[in-house]
C-alpha cells in the first residue's frame, strides 16, 4: 500500500491566508484520519527555514511529527520571491535553495520541489532558449548539489508557470539530465497541461490522450506524485483548479495504473488542495477517496 500525505500549503495560503490553520494542529488532525505524513509548505506561520533558523527547533518539529506517526513526504520551498528566468545570476536563488535544501537535510524531508517561478508571459520579456538555458543550468547545480545531501528534486509543471507545454516539461527534465532531479505529476495540473492547453503561450500544445498520454510520455522521469481531480477549469485565471476527489473529471482507474509504473523511487501519495476554498472542511472525505484508490491500485 502507498503511503498518504497531504500538502499543508492548502491550510495557509489562498482562502486561509488571513487565517492559516495552525501546525499543532494540522499535525494532530492529520494524525487523528490516519495520514501517514505531511507534505510541508515551508513558508508563513507553519515550520520553515526563516522561523526556525537553529537545528534545535528544527529538530523539536521533526520529533513533534515523529511523535503523531507522521512523517514528511517532501517540501515545497518558498523560492517565489527568486527570479529565476528574468535574470543571468542565479545566486540568490541559489543561496535560497540552499537555506531551504539544509532545513530538508535537519527535518529529514527526502525531496525538494522547484518550479520556473515566473509566469508564461514571461517571454514577453526574455525568449525561449534564453530561459530554457537559464533553467536548465540551475536546476543541473540544484540538483548535484542536494545529490550530496541525499535529497531529491523535483519539479512541478502547471499552467501558471513558464514552460506549460508537454514538449516543454520533456524537453527540460531531458536536459538537465540527472537522476536526482524528475517531474512532480500532480494530476489536475496534467490535465490542464496536456488535455487544455491552459496559459500556453503562443500555439496550444495538447496530447489525445490528455494527463494519461502525458504520463506515458514522462514513464522513468517522474519522481514525485500529487493525486487531486480537475474539472477542467482554472482557479483566479492563474493555476489548475485543485478539485476534491468526485467533483471533477480525471479518470483515475486509468492514471494510476500508468502513474504505478513511472518509476518513483518511493511509495508516498500526496493529496494537493492547494487554493481550495474549504480545504481543511474536506479534507476528511479526500484521504477517504484515497484510501479507496490506494486499495485498488496501491499494491
Known amino acids: 500500500m502507498?503511503?498518504?500525505?497531504?500538502?499543508?500549503?492548502?491550510?495557509?495560503?489562498?482562502?486561509?491566508?488571513?487565517?492559516?490553520?495552525?501546525?499543532?494542529?494540522?499535525?494532530?488532525?492529520?494524525?487523528?484520519?490516519?495520514?501517514?505524513?505531511?507534505?510541508?509548505?515551508?513558508?508563513?506561520?507553519?515550520?520553515?527555514p526563516d522561523i526556525m533558523p537553529d537545528k534545535e527547533s528544527r529538530a523539536k518539529c521533526k520529533q513533534g511529527v515523529a511523535d503523531a506517526g507522521l512523517a514528511f513526504s517532501g517540501l515545497a520551498a518558498n523560492l517565489w520571491?527568486?527570479?529565476?528566468?528574468?535574470?543571468?545570476?542565479?545566486?540568490?536563488?541559489l543561496s535560497e535553495f540552499r537555506k531551504n535544501l539544509e532545513f530538508c537535510v535537519d527535518l529529514g524531508i527526502p525531496g525538494i520541489r522547484v518550479d520556473s517561478v515566473q509566469p508564461p508571459t514571461i517571454f514577453e520579456e526574455v525568449d525561449e532558449d534564453t530561459a530554457r538555458k537559464r533553467v536548465v543550468s540551475t536546476w543541473k547545480r540544484c540538483a548535484r548539489e542536494a545529490a550530496d545531501k541525499g535529497i531529491y528534486v523535483?519539479?512541478?509543471?502547471?499552467?501558471?508557470?513558464?514552460?506549460?507545454?508537454?514538449?516543454?516539461?520533456?524537453?527540460?527534465?531531458?536536459e538537465v539530465g540527472d537522476d536526482n532531479f524528475g517531474v512532480?505529476?500532480?494530476?489536475?495540473?496534467?490535465?490542464?497541461?496536456?488535455a487544455v492547453g491552459a496559459r500556453q503561450p503562443g500555439k496550444k500544445e495538447t496530447l489525445p490522450g490528455g494527463a494519461l498520454?502525458?504520463?506515458?510520455?514522462?514513464?522513468?522521469?517522474?519522481?514525485?506524485?500529487?493525486?487531486?481531480?480537475?474539472?477542467?477549469?482554472?482557479?483566479?485565471?492563474?493555476?489548475?483548479?485543485?478539485?476534491?476527489?468526485?467533483t471533477g473529471i480525471l479518470d483515475f482507474d486509468a492514471l494510476l495504473p500508468e502513474l504505478n509504473r513511472s518509476g518513483i523511487k518511493h511509495d508516498w501519495w500526496t493529496i494537493d488542495l492547494c487554493f481550495w476554498p474549504d480545504a481543511w472542511a474536506v479534507t476528511a472525505d479526500c484521504k477517504k477517496a484515497v484510501d479507496a484508490l490506494n486499495a485498488k491500485y496501491g499494491h
Open 81 to 93: 520571491g527568486e527570479k529565476l528566468i528574468n535574470t543571468d545570476d542565479n545566486s540568490h536563488y
Open 213 to 246: 498520454e502525458l504520463a506515458q510520455k514522462l514513464r522513468g522521469k517522474i519522481n514525485h506524485l500529487h493525486l487531486i481531480d480537475s474539472d477542467g477549469t482554472l482557479h483566479d485565471d492563474e493555476t489548475s483548479t485543485h478539485a476534491p476527489f468526485g
Open 2 to 48: 502507498k503511503k498518504i500525505s497531504i500538502g499543508t500549503w492548502a491550510y495557509s495560503i489562498g482562502p486561509y491566508a488571513n487565517n492559516p490553520v495552525p501546525w499543532d494542529e494540522i499535525v494532530s488532525k492529520l494524525a487523528a484520519l490516519g495520514f501517514d505524513g505531511v507534505e510541508l509548505g515551508g513558508f508563513g506561520i507553519h515550520p520553515n
Open 184 to 194: 512532480q505529476f500532480d494530476t489536475c495540473h496534467a490535465h490542464m497541461v496536456a
Open 154 to 174: 523535483t519539479w512541478e509543471f502547471e499552467p501558471g508557470f513558464a514552460f506549460n507545454k508537454p514538449s516543454d516539461i520533456l524537453r527540460i527534465v531531458d
